[in-house]
């Protein structure tokens, strides 16, 4: 006999079992198609953020999305080389940095946005409207009750 416990609950009678399957093949299958635009996650999250606004503060964007300074810094860099973002240093306090989208980078975020629209389409329509928005109510209530903040970027 073994000394295994019965009272070892299978894998599948969790619920963060099934919401993390399904949120690995959303994410995965995002990604794959941002990908294909040369972006990744992280970078259509920093570039969503930045699309409501002229410019803003590293650290602030840190904050919004919930990642390090340094994080954001590294993002950052990555989007300015590829002509999507631009720094600007204040003239009154060389230190303080903002950062924003190019005009190239305004251009492509409708894109990609279509690509984030595209896959919760590939994923979600066959449900309907009433069961989206109640997953939608569900996830946020969680958010909230457990004080989340980091965005999801990977």
Same mark, same amino acid.
């Given at each position: 006999?073994?000394?295994?416990?019965?009272?070892?609950?299978?894998?599948? %009678?969790?619920? *963060?079992?099934?919401? !993390?399957?399904? $949120?690995?093949?959303?994410?995965?299958?995002?990604? =794959?198609? /941002?990908?294909?635009?040369?972006?990744?996650?992280?970078?259509?999250?920093?570039?969503?953020?930045?699309?409501?606004?002229?410019?803003?503060?590293?650290?602030?964007?840190?904050?919004?999305?919930?990642?390090?300074?340094?994080?954001?810094?590294?993002?950052?860099?990555?989007? %300015?080389?590829? *002509?999507?973002?631009? !720094?600007?240093? $204040?003239?009154?306090?060389?230190?303080?940095?903002? =950062?924003? /989208?190019?005009?190239?980078?305004?251009?492509?975020?409708?894109?990609?946005?279509?690509?984030?629209?595209?896959?919760?389409?590939?994923?979600?329509?066959?449900?309907?409207?009433?069961?989206?928005?109640?997953?939608?109510?569900?996830?946020?209530?969680?958010?909230?009750?457990?004080?989340?903040?980091?965005?999801?970027?990977?």
């Amino acid at each position: 006999m073994s000394k295994r416990s019965a009272t070892v609950s299978p894998l599948e %009678a969790h619920l *963060g079992y099934w919401l !993390r399957f399904v $949120s690995n093949q959303v994410s995965h299958s995002f990604s =794959v198609k /941002l990908a294909g635009r040369g972006m990744s996650v992280a970078e259509w999250v920093m570039m969503r953020e930045l699309y409501e606004c002229d410019a803003m503060a590293p650290s602030a964007l840190a904050e919004r999305i919930g990642m390090t300074r340094g994080g954001v810094s590294k993002l950052a860099d990555r989007l %300015a080389v590829k *002509g999507m973002l631009t !720094r600007t240093a $204040s003239a009154e306090d060389r230190r303080y940095q903002a =950062v924003a /989208l190019t005009a190239k980078g305004r251009a492509i975020l409708p894109k990609l946005a279509a690509l984030a629209d595209q896959n919760d389409a590939e994923f979600f329509a066959h449900l309907k409207a009433v069961e989206r928005d109640k997953i939608a109510d569900v996830m946020r209530d969680i958010v909230r009750r457990h004080g989340l903040k980091a965005v999801p970027v990977d």
